[in-house]
């Protein structure tokens, strides 16, 4: 479906897709009323995802996951972000120097900032993740890195872990507390035993949730 989209030219970026609507999918291959009512309320709900996560969908070269979620929390807005100066990026957990300049550069562009102004004129306004955090949970001022495959997708385990107070990491430094290792962790598990970081399966983590 994707394919006929971009093929026919009525999707070119992804401000498009909000400009979709029941007779521009009426016309591609194997599309039911009901497919068609499917994906015009997905796109609606689309709207107001997290900021994180938008963020990360940009594609803003150096900026994964966890540098977004950092940058939502901080700047709460999109339009904050995009006039942050490099200094003031540069000030966020995970934002050094290079990736700083990277987002800056990023929203330096016209038609990034184009493509924004498009999105917003759309009715994208993404939302911003209330955080309840416990205290007293083992995993306050932790830092986790999670590797290989598991039971659940590696965001929602990775909400498991910072609803309750932790931080989540994409490597593996002295300043990481615990490894939550999957079926085939690779490298990640490597350097974590080099480090003496703390490894654990998802068996004990499941039962750390639950303590």
Not at 115 to 132: H, Q, W
Request: charged share 30%.
């Amino acid at each position: 479906m994707v394919g006929q989209l971009v093929a026919t030219g009525a999707v070119r970026d992804v401000s498009d897709i909000y400009q979709l609507d029941a007779a521009k999918f009426s016309k591609l291959e194997r599309t039911g009323e009901k497919s068609i009512r499917n994906l015009l309320e997905a796109i609606e709900r689309s709207k107001t995802r997290p900021l994180w996560r938008l963020i990360f969908a940009l594609g803003i070269l150096h900026v994964g996951e966890t540098s977004s979620r950092g940058l939502a929390n901080h700047f709460e807005s999109l339009r904050a972000l995009m006039e942050a100066t490099p200094e003031d990026l540069q000030r966020i957990p995970d934002v050094g120097e290079v990736v700083g300049s990277s987002i800056h550069q990023f929203f330096q562009e016209p038609h990034n900032r184009e493509l924004i102004a498009r999105l917003e004129k759309a009715g994208v306004r993404p939302t911003i993740e209330p955080r309840v955090i416990a205290r007293d949970s083992p995993f306050s001022d932790t830092t986790w890195v999670i590797t290989g495959t598991l039971s659940k997708p590696r965001d929602e385990i990775a909400e498991m872990i910072i609803s309750r107070g932790g931080k989540v990491s994409g490597s593996v430094s002295k300043k990481t507390s615990y490894l939550l290792a999957g079926e085939e962790a690779g490298s990640k598990l490597d350097k974590a035993k080099q480090l003496g970081v703390k490894i654990i399966e998802e068996q004990k983590f499941r039962r750390m949730i639950e303590s």
